[in-house]
């Protein structure tokens, strides 16, 4: 049987490898990817806790899947939002770089 | 058993997750997270939460990576292979690594009873998602229909504008 722990292990390391995408990308497209690889190592996290922890204390009704659930559609609305921002800043800007998105930049 | 395919399936989740962030091609890019996000279906499977497993490969493998294909194809330009990453990389990496063994330090360190893995039957899970859960359902179809509006209004070319 695979304890909680090792799916907690293995939850931070892939945060860890989308916390790298998104600072070292340059593409905006690609940091949405590296969010989405962050989002799916909390969901893992969520759903390994409810169901190994299944009615203990306040851990009870398997909330944990819900929530992840509210997780997947958050991350649908994201990426839709930010498709759509892409696109738009591709017609303005030609570009996709995140770098060279700098008007805002003080 | 399921630690060969816990084993395997973290194999592919990681594998996936290290090719999106260091592929140079962009579709190559997306493909991985495909190959990532299946496989941390799978897991969902080892955890017995088999609707997750569905919906995360309804929506993660069916929806989400068609959407950013389709983002990828429209903003084509000769400058993809171009963009490469950061001057900073190092700096992120070595700031990813520690927050990543801060994190498994923290899990390693706590020491939760639990028990072995166990599934809500299908109708547990709905009764409590449209009991206990209500409200927010409700909050989170808002929050779907405002970023549809949204995204058609911010991605609608310019001309048909009165």
């Known amino acids: 049987m695979v304890p909680l722990v090792a799916f907690q292990v293995l939850s931070a390391a892939l945060f860890a490898i989308g916390l790298y995408g998104v600072m070292a990308r340059r593409s905006a497209v690609l940091i949405v990817m590296s969010i989405e690889l962050m989002l799916n190592a909390v969901n893992i996290n969520l759903i390994a806790a409810a169901s190994h922890l299944d009615g203990m204390g306040k851990w009870a009704n398997f909330d944990g899947q819900i929530i992840a659930i509210f997780v997947i559609t958050v991350a649908a609305a994201e990426v839709g939002l930010g498709m759509a921002i892409i696109l738009r800043m591709y017609r303005n800007r030609s570009t996709v770089n995140v770098d060279e998105i700098n008007l805002m930049k003080w | ?162």
């Open chain 2, 1 to 162: 058993m399921s630690w060969f395919l816990f084993i395997i399936l973290a194999f592919f989740t990681l594998a996936g997750g290290l090719g999106v962030v260091v592929t140079r091609n962009v579709v190559h890019a997306a493909l991985f997270l495909l190959v990532s996000l299946v496989a941390v279906a799978g897991l969902y499977l080892i955890l017995f939460a088999e609707f997750l497993a569905l919906v995360q490969v309804l929506i993660y493998g069916g929806a989400i990576i068609i959407v950013l294909l389709f983002a990828i194809m429209l903003t084509r330009t000769a400058e993809y292979p171009y963009i490469s990453d950061n001057k900073q990389w190092p700096l992120a990496a070595v700031a990813a690594a520690a927050v990543g063994v801060v994190l498994g330090a923290a899990f390693l360190d706590n020491n939760i009873p639990e028990t072995s893995p166990n599934s809500p039957a299908f109708a547990d899970l709905a009764n409590s998602l449209f009991t206990t859960w209500a409200i927010p359902f409700e909050v989170a179809s808002l929050v779907l229909l405002v970023a549809l509006i949204g995204a058609i209004i911010i991605a609608r070319t310019g001309e048909d504008n009165r």
